[in-house]
């Protein structure tokens, strides 16, 4: 294994971070972490049938609760065996953590959202919902984390998932890794 721990892929809405943390997951053998799926399930919790869209609870939801989050995750990930989905990664200043950002044009991000929570939607309503969410995210990590959470500098790759398989990034990732 190599000098990292933990991996830790970012990116915007619908650009593969699930299905890429997924395989990296199952192939180290490494708990998979997702903060959206954390505060889905809060959202559950809260909201067991619905009432409330998660978009907008989300939205409602408190900086520190955001910064409580992103702290005990911080904590997880520098344990280390662990591959996780999370939206902000500037504040975590970690050697440890392979930090990983996907990125694809919003024409593939819909298509890939036609087919799963988005089907049934017309073309302009995914964008409409792909933009607002994105935008929402770079309003909290400016809140959180003063900064944007699409800034690449904070990363150690950028991958386009829109021009690369998922198998072409899990390869490229395990060369780095190995």
Known sequence: ?????????????????????????????????????????????????????????WKGTTVAANRRMNVEAKRIFEKGRIVADSRFVSYLNSRKCLLIYLTADLDTRVKRSSVGEYKGKSTAEIKRILLKREHDEVVMGKKLFKTDYRDQEHFHMVLNSGRLTPEQEFAIVRKIMD
Do not use: C
């Not at 199952?26 to 809060?42: A, F, N, P, T, V």
């Open 1 to 57: 294994m190599g000098r990292f721990i933990s991996i830790i892929i970012s990116g915007r809405p619908k650009s593969g971070k699930s299905t890429l943390a997924k395989m990296l997951a199952d192939h180290y053998r490494w708990k998979k972490l997702s903060l959206g799926d954390m505060w889905r399930e809060r959202w559950k919790e809260l909201y067991p049938n619905g009432e409330i869209p998660f978009d907008v609870f």
